[in-house]
């Protein structure tokens, strides 16, 4: 699967709903970007398909989100990069991740502001994992 053609994909659908003022849209597109890229880091780091991945979340019992993000920062700490970077993007990461339940599930109207904090997170989170995997 090309989830790295998907992700892009939905950060130019988040944009696209952020400049229409549709700002929840936009945080949810934004989140699915970098989880697209996480499942892309995933799939390629460790040679795993869809069916496997898939396997691994229902085996572990977690989130499937919660599985893809944590078996992505497994993959950052055997790189040799400094842990508080580590951590601090996966910090990053799953402050979208609240951002984009609040945006899907919360009571709440999204305003412009939240938004585009959200979607340059997603931008700013993809950059470091590109960079950071080499893709």
């Known amino acids: 699967m090309a989830w790295n053609i998907?992700?892009?994909?939905?950060?130019?659908?988040?944009d696209t709903?952020?400049?229409?003022s549709h700002f929840g849209n936009s945080i949810h597109c934004s989140y699915y970007s970098v989880l697209q890229i996480l499942y892309h880091i995933i799939s390629e780091e460790l040679g795993m398909t869809e069916e496997e991945i898939?396997?691994?979340m229902t085996f572990d019992k977690s989130s499937s989100h919660k599985w893809i993000i944590?078996?992505?920062i497994g993959l950052?700490?055997?790189?040799?990069?400094?842990?508080?970077?580590?951590?601090k993007l996966n910090s990053r990461i799953n402050e979208l991740k609240d951002n984009r339940v609040l945006a899907d599930y919360?009571?709440?109207l999204i305003d412009a502001h939240l938004a585009r904090l959200s979607y340059n997170e997603s931008q700013e989170i993809?950059?470091?994992l590109i960079t950071i995997f080499k893709l």
């Open 126 to 128: 993809k950059d470091d």
């Open 17 to 20: 709903l952020l400049r229409a």
């Open 76 to 87: 950052m700490r055997k790189l040799p990069i400094p842990k508080p970077q580590v951590l």
């Open 54 to 56: 898939n396997r691994g």
């Open 106 to 108: 919360g009571e709440t």
């Open 70 to 72: 944590n078996k992505s």
């Open 6 to 14: 998907k992700s892009q994909q939905s950060i130019e659908a988040a």
